[in-house]
T-cell receptor
Framework: DVKVTQSSRYLVKRTGEKVFLECVQD?????MFWYRQDPGLGLRLIYF???????EKGDIPEGYSVSREKKERFSLILESASTNQTSMYLC??????????FGSGTRLTVV | AQKITQTQPGMFVQEKEAVTLDCTYD???????LFWYKQPSSGEMIFLIY??????QNATEGRYSLNFQKARKSANLVISASQLGDSAMYFC????????????FGSGTRLLVRP
């Protein structure tokens, strides 16, 4: 089975800190995605990547950046965390035109 | 622009009854795919069912079926014989035909199954 692993289940960070959320998949998927999930808003796409070193902005990229140096790893970076970035963050991966596999999520609280 | 709309923030259903969760979508792509996911309180996203825009028949997977009405741009999820374990958030999502393969999600419906 494809596994998508997010490094932290729960994270608490201070305002202004630089935050790294890591996501690793083990099945050689080309596409990787970062979403944030907020009540009443569903999942909103932050960034995605369809190849190593390639990245594309999603619907809400402001305040975030990403890095994909290796095919299996896709990192989400909060350059200077703010309280409005408190949310659940979900990583996903997929083959071209294939099914999607999600990680179990990271619940980030910024205080 | 693509959009998914789920108009039911929350629903109740009696155990063993059927329930329909609504989903409408908007896209100008002739080719697209529609997905339903279940998210229990643990937070994982569980794939339930998929419908391609050119599929002639409505998709079914066990107790899940997708009522696909292309002209109305609706893709409702039907769960038959509800079980207590069906209590969860349910998300409808769409993938367009562009090369990004990104999924666009609706806001979700929280389903509570009553014993």
């Amino acid at each position: 089975d494809v596994k998508v692993t997010q490094s932290s289940r729960y994270l608490v960070k201070r305002t202004g800190e630089k935050v790294f959320l890591e996501c690793v998949q083990d099945m050689d998927h080309e596409n990787m995605f970062w979403y944030r999930q907020d009540p009443g808003l569903g999942l909103r796409l932050i960034y995605f990547s369809y190849d190593v070193k390639m990245k594309e902005k999603g619907d809400i990229p402001e305040g975030y950046s990403v890095s994909r140096e290796k095919k299996e790893r896709f990192s989400l970076i909060l350059e200077s965390a703010s309280t409005n970035q408190t949310s659940m963050y979900l990583c996903a991966s997929s083959l071209q035109d294939g099914g999607y596999t999600f990680g179990s999520g990271t619940r980030l609280t910024v205080v | 622009a693509q959009k998914i709309t789920q108009t039911q923030p929350g629903m109740f259903v009696q155990e063993k009854e059927a329930v329909t969760l609504d989903c409408t979508y908007d896209t100008s792509d002739p080719s697209y795919g529609l997905f339903w996911y279940k998210q229990p309180s643990s937070g994982e996203m569980i794939f339930l069912i998929y419908q391609g825009s050119y599929d002639q028949q409505n998709a079914t997977e066990g107790r899940y079926s997708l009522n696909f009405q292309k002209a109305r741009k609706s893709a409702n999820l039907v769960i038959s014989a509800s079980q207590l374990g069906d209590s969860a958030m349910y998300f409808c999502a769409m993938r367009g035909a562009d090369s990004s393969y990104k999924l666009i999600f609706g806001s979700g419906t929280r389903l509570l199954v009553r014993p």
